[in-house]
């Protein structure tokens, strides 16, 4: 089967700087990518979801870039924050038509912020 | 506005024992799910339901089963208990049908079977 998974599963950074988390995809048929943070003890949290017809995708202090050509997904978080610490997690979706639209989740990477 | 709501929080088991894991959403979405996290395994999906009256198997289905009481309501069942159910459990709901596959989960069950 498809599998998404994380480049790096922890991730260290200096309060104040920017953080980066990448994901790999293999699935070329996926179409619908998400990010989540989930902190201890909760259940996951919507960052910000991308379509495969775009590449980019910007929110509140996060950026979302796609690269379709080597299946990579990248979530960029500015000015981490200690409130950022968490374990981020990416995932993807097929078309409903295929597989049913379900979200596929990578393994995670859990950043920590420094103060 | 509660979003996802599951019950218990906690729950310690032993083997063999059943028990139900209820999930609510007050979000009026068709599709609910059930996921099981483990450490280092991300999360996988045990089973879904994508509307009123339909559920489907998922990931990793075995020793579960699932009841859609109504669009609100998605319980999981144990019947049997094993230790290599130990995990946490997240229900989480969308509005999949309508092309918007951004899943909102619960806070959790922590389940132990010894």
């Known amino acids: 089967g498809e599998s998404v998974g994380l480049h790096l599963p922890t991730l260290s950074v200096q309060e104040g700087d920017n953080s980066i988390i990448n994901c790999a995809y293999s699935?070329?048929?996926?179409?619908?990518f998400i990010w989540y943070k989930q902190e201890s003890g909760k259940g996951p949290q919507f960052i910000i979801d991308?379509?495969?017809?775009?590449d980019k995708r910007q929110g509140q202090r996060v950026t979302v870039l796609l690269n379709k050509t080597v299946k990579h997904l990248s979530l960029q978080i500015a000015a981490t924050q200690p409130g950022d610490s968490a374990v981020y997690f990416c995932?993807?979706?097929?078309?409903?038509?295929?597989?049913?639209?379900?979200?596929?989740f990578g393994q995670g990477t859990e950043l920590s912020v420094k103060p | 506005n509660a979003g996802v709501t599951q019950t218990p929080k906690f729950q310690v088991l032993k083997t063999g024992q059943s028990m139900t894991l209820q999930c609510a959403q007050d979000?009026?979405?068709?599709?609910m799910y059930w996921y099981r996290q483990d450490p280092g395994m991300g999360l996988r999906l045990i089973y879904y339901?994508?509307?009123?009256?339909?559920?489907d198997k998922g990931e990793v289905p075995n020793g579960y089963n699932v009841s859609r009481l109504n669009k609100r309501e998605f319980s999981l069942r144990l019947e049997s208990a094993a230790p290599s159910q130990t995990s946490v459990y997240f229900c989480?709901?969308?509005?999949?049908?309508?092309?918007?596959?951004?899943?909102?989960f619960g806070s959790g069950t922590q389940l132990s079977v010894l």
């Open positions: 979000m009026n979405h068709n599709s």
């Open positions: 699935n070329s048929a996926s179409d619908y």
């Open positions: 989480a709901s969308s509005d999949r049908d309508r092309g918007l596959e951004k899943l909102f």
């Open positions: 991308i379509r495969s017809n775009m």
């Open positions: 339901s994508a509307s009123e009256g339909t559920t």
């Open positions: 995932a993807e979706s097929t078309p409903f038509y295929n597989q049913g639209g379900k979200l596929i």
